[in-house]
């Protein structure tokens, strides 16, 4: 089994999609590596360090992938970067499908086995290789080191001869695995935090943390959570209720983390404009779901930008900015994925259709899309036109035609 590691292309990423690290892990598991040349320069790990580690280092992705069976990305690879990829091998990356549904037929056209790492199922099998949940704890730690830089006072409460400093109010809107980590590294920094998550089940996760969990109306979250822990769609009257309960909590806050997302669809807007302009001169707001459309209405991706004395940061690849770290974390991620499939006999990746995991984060095989969100539908077979005197033969045949056109 050979394994080829890429540089990443796209503009402002900086991660790797291996490590001198998992490197040696791959020869353990008797698989080779090919590591481009500078692939992971950004995240401080140089040539050397995966020549060291049993790597070749190759001059281009051509002769990275050349003979490849499996290719590691962090990000979607671009159409001039699959130019060179065979037809067979297997793509491993964070592909991001449901903002660019186009790249998987092009994966299917190309013979390329897609495999989206962000497509992972959250079951107890594959925590492990989860990398939205090791990406968002770093995204969400992030948050709040980016906030403390620019909100341009101190965050913990200090008693001085000189008279006392307040503590900062942090308002975390989301208690996910960004959320939590937001709300832990703002607790060790000394702010006062308060969350508000659509889940009642959060309350507890976000008191365990030393915050306050915030809501406008506690009974009827929990009537509307279901046994699963998740959270029914709430009445108008308790979104209007709840709008202006946070619109008022937010006017109290020196920083507010947003922090929503829903996969392939839009980032929801918690945030307007009015919500922004509330805020005390000198607050600071972080947008963590920018790329998706964003949670916050004046928010702009890639950017730091100022309104009314109020400081909105809308980052773009937040984990990418601790990329060492983050890389060190997503190679793990991937190192998991791959061995949990590598015959122990053989070396070989064995991708067993039939694995909920394997089912989860196929995208493509074999020249065809698999994944159900990405499988073109059905077209309607055309109306033939034909007389009453019709035969069952002729009947036949055109459904065997139609379905041999899909």
């Keep these: 089994m050979k394994i080829a590691v890429l540089k990443e292309t796209r503009p402002g990423e900086t991660r790797v999609a291996a490590t001198p690290e998992t490197v040696k892990k791959?020869?353990?598991?008797?698989?080779?590596?090919?590591?481009?040349?500078?692939?992971?320069?950004?995240?401080?790990?140089?040539?050397?360090?995966?020549?060291?580690?049993?790597?070749?280092?190759?001059?281009?992705?051509?002769?990275?992938?050349?003979?490849?069976?499996i290719i590691l990305k962090v990000q979607a690879p671009s159409s001039e970067e699959m130019r060179v990829f065979a037809r067979g091998v297997k793509l491993i990356g964070i592909l991001s499908a449901y903002n660019a549904p186009d790249t998987v037929p092009a994966y299917a056209r190309m013979g390329v086995d897609a495999m989206a790492m962000d497509f992972m199922p959250r079951i107890t099998r594959a925590q492990s290789m989860d990398v939205l949940s090791s990406q968002s704890n770093l995204a969400g730690y992030k948050a709040v080191i980016d906030a403390a830089a620019y909100y341009g006072r101190a965050l913990p409460m200090m008693m001085t001869a000189a008279g006392t400093i307040a503590a900062a109010k942090v308002f975390v809107m989301g208690a996910g695995v960004a959320g939590l980590q937001a709300i832990a590294t703002a607790r060790r920094l000394g702010a006062v935090v308060s969350a508000t998550d659509v889940r009642f089940a959060a309350?507890?996760?976000?008191?365990?943390?030393?915050?306050?969990?915030?809501?406008?109306?506690?009974?009827?979250?929990?009537?509307?959570?279901?046994?699963?822990?998740?959270?029914?769609?709430m009445s108008d009257d308790f979104k209007k209720?709840?709008?202006?309960?946070?619109?008022?909590?937010?006017?109290?806050?020196?920083?507010?983390?947003?922090?929503?997302?829903?996969?392939?669809?839009?980032?929801?807007?918690?945030?307007?404009?009015?919500?922004?302009?509330?805020?005390?001169?000198?607050?600071?707001?972080?947008?963590?779901?920018?790329?998706?459309?964003?949670?916050?209405?004046?928010?702009?991706?890639?950017?730091?930008i100022e309104t009314n004395g109020v400081t909105i940061l809308g980052f773009a690849n937040v984990p990418g900015r601790l990329a060492a770290d983050a890389s060190s974390l997503y190679a793990r991620n991937i190192y998991n994925f791959i061995a949990a499939f590598t015959d122990k006999?053989?070396?070989?990746?064995?991708?067993?259709?039939?694995?909920?995991?394997?089912?989860?984060?196929?995208?493509?095989?074999?020249?065809?899309?698999?994944h159900a969100a990405f499988e073109p539908e059905e077209a309607e077979p055309a109306p033939v036109e034909t007389s009453s005197a019709a035969t069952e033969t002729e009947e036949v045949e055109t459904s065997s035609s139609s379905d041999g056109n899909e």
Excluded: W
């Design 345 to 370: 006999e053989s070396g070989n990746f064995f991708a067993d259709p039939e694995d909920d995991i394997i089912k989860g984060v196929s995208l493509t095989r074999d020249g065809k899309v698999v």
């Design 203 to 233: 309350k507890e996760q976000v008191n365990s943390l030393g915050a306050t969990f915030v809501t406008v109306d506690e009974e009827a979250m929990k009537e509307a959570e279901t046994e699963g822990g998740y959270a029914k769609e």
């Design 241 to 304: 209720r709840q709008a202006e309960f946070v619109a008022g909590h937010i006017a109290k806050q020196d920083i507010v983390i947003t922090t929503a997302l829903i996969p392939g669809r839009p980032a929801p807007r918690l945030v307007d404009a009015d919500m922004v302009r509330s805020m005390k001169a000198g607050s600071v707001m972080v947008d963590l779901a920018v790329e998706a459309g964003g949670n916050v209405e004046l928010a702009r991706l890639g950017e730091a």
């Design 26 to 69: 791959y020869l353990g598991l008797g698989a080779s590596v090919s590591v481009q040349t500078g692939a992971g320069e950004a995240a401080r790990f140089s040539d050397a360090d995966y020549a060291d580690a049993g790597a070749k280092i190759c001059p281009s992705a051509a002769d990275a992938v050349q003979e490849a069976d």
